[in-house]
């Protein structure tokens, strides 16, 4: 529960009745977003930006440098289709492309448990120095630290990444009533690709992580705001952009995507589709005009992109479906399986 | 017909047959996955104005007792190795949720299935699992009882909480009835209780479909149990599953939130040394009787008020602030509407 | 949740089965239910087999259900 101590001319938000962190104030649902909103670091600047995917500061030529952090813990560290190397990589090179900048370079910092395979961190330096390669995005600065066996679970990495985008072309502008949006490809297929280890099933799906720099290029000219669906999944992402935007999103409950293994998981787990985390995809917003152009462009790349739903008035997420119109809202606690 | 079609045909003939009834009816549901697709779907508010559907005690996480969980929450700060269902986590204690225990000392682990208490006994041998839900789930606990694996049981049974409501406050004339804890009991179990019923599956479909033939017994002053789940759902029920339950399980009066205690209404574990309330009665009776809170949830749980009338509702008690079960659990009436705007 | 789901029984081995929900596969426990065998349908709860799924007798009762509802819709339109 939050309460507002008032400090002379700025509010400070208190987090009060916990005691400790818990594992909820990780998930990317509402108890993260309000412990971030606590810090309320009071200098930033002229720093713009500083709650979104990247931050952003203007470098004159109306230009400005976009940069962003992002820390992965993802376990197990190698799961079909992926590892905590690529991963780490296509999510910070996601959350500039995002803001509609482009990639200049990024940090790579490890920290990793004592005893740790000296194989599977090869295996792990690998993928990410083939991505890097491959979008020809330098690791120009770094860190390692090895920590004793038992005080880490094997090995955390953190990126960090620096960008730059015009100001014509950054992802931030205003948002229309009646603006579409759409979903780069299915939902939920890396948290399915993740959970198949913990809930011990087999399935075909692998991750979608990867870079979404191409199809985001593709369509650029095109994008109001683009966002990656991660930790909370769709559910958090549209809810933060309703609230910043202060609009309300519509989505069409028959036409967002999934592939049938994916909702099978998601019945046989007793979880919410909508909340799964997805590290290859991107939700962006355009005129209604060029809601059918950038579906089909998205075609190319992979063809279960689609038009999900459309800008309204009001301020939170309502999902139409057969029988009418439901809520879809922020996302809270962590992705629990139900019992009867 | 496509499905469009289908939910109409029902809506349509649901319409009928209400008006015939005439008067105002209360049907109640009593199946947390029911709840969640009645509120997911809308299905309430489609249903003609003198068609009531009220949510009944159908999620086993909001009716197990404020005492039961200030108990096992004292064993896992005694640190006890504690496992149990997820949804568990979460629900506020008086002072601390499990979840909070969790954080503290690392010993509450969370299970998907039974099956992974086992590898976990390994490691913890005096593990103890918190054994919650109703029929459906009560005979994956005795999988542990013959593995030896302690219990702290607060299983529950529908059918005597069914013929309480009934002599209750509001006016039941037919129940939905749980689809799963029917696959393990059978319909035959339901065949004291003295209003129509209906068993359904888990789609917005069969649901409607239940509602449409559960009005049309209610109309015609049929007091039977049809079996509209029949795939899933026999007669007898699974007489292994209900042998299980008989070998393992004293049927006593329990505790329910809300509800206060009912009669042979609960599930208590036979051998001693693997209940966990007699091994751990020493720890157990500092445990103080809780206070009560303005929480409403025993009100919701009877059906005598919905979420929104619950003065807490939204003001104090949300999802990230939960005052009660019914709204720390995915399938509380509360979570369910806090979750679906209402 | 009370969600369960069918899902059809591939291999057996002692009390637990390796089944197929439709292109995922998982092993569960199946020792609440008797004379399994490969190609049954059964329905799942909480890694456990809780009934075993009888398409044949099912399906008579649900076109039983169908035609009871054909018939209501005729007698309320008779009204």
Known sequence: MLSHIDMGNRKVVKIVEKEFIGLAHGSGGKE????????????????????????????????????????????????PGGDIGHLAVSGTINDLAVMGAKPLGLSLSFIIEEG?????????????????????????????????????????????????????????????????ILLSGGLGEHAVALLSKRFDYETSIITDSKPVIDEINAVKKYIKIAKDPTRGGIAATLNEIC?????????????????????????????NLYELACEGRFICFTEKKHAKKVES???????????????????????????????????????????? | MDEEHILKDHIHAIQKIAEDIGKNITIMEICGGHTNIILKYGIRDILPENIHLISGPGCPVCVSSQYDIDCMIELANQHIPIATYGDMLRVPGSKYSLDDIRA??????????????LDLQKKYPNIVFFGIGFETTAPMTTYLIEHDVMVYSVHKLVPPAMN???????????????????????????????VPQVITGFTAERILRGIRILVELIRNNENTVVNGYP??????????????????????????????????????????????????????????????????????LKGLIKPEECPLYRKVCTPDNPQGACMVSEEGSCAISYRYGK | MCYAIPAKILEINGETAKVDYGGVMKNVNICLLESLKIGDYILIHAGFAIEKLDKKSADETLQLIKEMLHLSEQDSSNA
């Not at chain 2, 696959?183 to 004291?192: E, F, M, S, V």
């Open chain 1, 32 to 79: 993260m977003v309000d412990l971030i909103n606590s810090f309320s670091f009071s200098h930033r600047g002229t720093w713009k930006n500083v709650d979104n995917d990247a931050a952003t500061i203007d470098i004159g030529e109306q230009k400005k440098l976009v940069f962003t952090t992002d820390s992965f813990i993802v376990h197990p560290i190698f799961f």
């Open chain 2, 231 to 300: 795939e899933a759902v026999t007669e007898q029920g699974n007489k292994k599953a209900q042998t299980l339950l008989a070998k393992h399980f004293s049927i006593v009066d329990s505790e329910w939130r809300g509800l206060g205690f009912l009669p042979k209404s609960g599930l208590e574990v036979k051998k001693d040394t693997l209940n966990a309330k007699i091994k751990y009665a020493h720890l157990l009776e500092k445990v103080p009787l809780p206070k009560k809170t303005k929480c409403r949830c025993g009100d919701i």
């Open chain 1, 297 to 340: 462009i998205l075609k190319t790349f992979n063809n279960d992109a689609a038009i999900i739903g459309e800008v309204t008035q009001g301020n939170s997420v309502i999902i139409q479906s057969i029988l009418g119109k439901r809520m879809l809202p922020n996302p809270t606690g962590r992705i629990v399986p139900r019992i009867c």
């Open chain 1, 243 to 271: 609230m910043r935007n202060k609009k309300g999103i519509l989505l069409y409950d028959k036409d967002i995507p999934a592939k049938q293994e994916v909702r099978t998981v998601v019945e046989m787990l007793g979880i």
């Open chain 1, 116 to 180: 740790f395979s000296f194989h599977d961190l090869q295996t792990i330096v690998h993928s990410i120095n083939l991505l890097s390669t491959k979008t020809k995005i330098p690791i120009v600065t770094g860190d390692t630290k090895v920590m004793e066996k038992g005080k880490l679970d094997q090995i955390i990495i953190n990126t960090s990444g620096v960008g730059i985008v015009s100001d014509e072309e950054l992802f931030t502008k205003e948002l229309q009533v009646g603006d579409a």
């Open chain 2, 104 to 117: 503290k000392h690392g010993n509450v682990f969370e299970i998907y299935s039974t099956t992974e208490v």
């Open chain 2, 164 to 194: 309480i409501l009934l002599q209750g406050l509001v006016n039941i004339d037919g129940f939905i009835n749980p689809g799963h804890v029917s696959t393990i009991i059978g319909t035959h179990a339901y065949k004291d209780i003295t």
